[in-house]
């Protein structure tokens, strides 16, 4: 395969645009050669090349995790001449393993260690990667990543939301999986909210980020400032948006932004910032919407002036409970 015809497969599977045999042909391609450094020197691949491939192996090596083990697959027959190259591939293996059990009984090799930081309800955190890259976590969040990047990238797992500046480094595309969705650039900014039994945002601030659904191909898209993928695993919903950007990044400015904001995702947004638990006297409540900017602001503060701006009661049941009152709103 020639630098131009694997730069355009490359393309169309991240894309999810190729047929089943060419995937494999390209599986086949790139498992031979992909630990052959000076096969790769010689093309010169781009920026753009190295982040599709760092979004490939992410791709595939999240297939493999979820398929299931013990499944049985039925080959065709081979011709008799086959056989004699069988043996012989079989004796190469025998001797290597050997070659290896030989090594390892010499060597120990080195344990990959994770590093993870969290946050509980009403904390934030900045963390420094050991590549220079920023990473403001905000409230009731984790991110997990190895100790030392290897292997020609850096990868992070991240649960809740986090704002990552990312140090460019061409040669290590940054990666950052929440559940389902990859997320891969080179050097950028960009915000991540994925909490647990939510639909799941990503914001570009600055540069381009490509993003992809590891369980469905088609779902696969480049980014760039002020667009967002707005990903619902449980209703289907895959949706590149235009959006402004102060609405997502507000928080890493210690701002609690309201733009005709449900009061049901208020409160569960008042829980994680102040580690409270708010109650709604009616359920449909819930579907009144408020607007507003409170900056640092005391909790007490934001309720008084929910009061004033939208006439709903309050009370503490004690120092950690709140019951809110008001007129319900239809859906």
Known sequence: MTKEEFKALLDRYVK?????????????????????????KDWELTDRDRIKIALYQSLTNAMDESETPGEEVETAPR????????????SVIILVAAGWLLYTS??????????THTTGRGQQAVITLQDGSVVKLNNSSAISFPEKFTEGKREITLQGEAFFEVKRDP?????VKTGDLTT???????????????????????????VANARKQTDRLELHPNQQIYFDSEKAIWEKRDV?????????????????????????????????????????LGNCTVSGKYK???????????KI?????????????????????KP
């Open 184 to 210: 891969a650039v080179l050097g950028t900014s960009f915000n991540i909210c994925a909490y647990q039994h939510k639909p799941i945002e990503v914001t570009v601030k600055t540069g381009r980020v490509l």
């Open 79 to 90: 011709r008799s001449y086959a056989r004699t190259w069988l043996n012989i591939a079989a």
């Open 244 to 284: 402004s950007l102060e609405r997502y990044l507000a928080w890493t400015d210690k701002i609690i932004y309201l733009d005709n904001t449900k009061i049901a995702e208020l409160t569960d947004i008042l829980e994680k910032w102040y580690d409270v638990t708010i109650t709604l006297d009616n359920k449909a």
């Open 296 to 306: 640092s602001d005391r909790l007490t503060n934001i309720l008084e002036g929910l």
């Open 106 to 115: 010499r060597t120990r090799k080195e344990e990959v260690k994770y590093i």
């Open 171 to 175: 040669a290590k595309p940054f990666v």
């Open 16 to 40: 999810g645009e190729c047929s089943t045999a060419e995937q494999q042909y390209f599986d086949d391609f790139y498992k031979a050669f992909q630990k052959d450094d000076s096969y790769w």
């Open 309 to 329: 701006m939208h006439g709903i009661e309050y009370r503490f049941v004690n120092e950690r409970e709140i019951v809110i009152k008001g007129k319900p709103c």
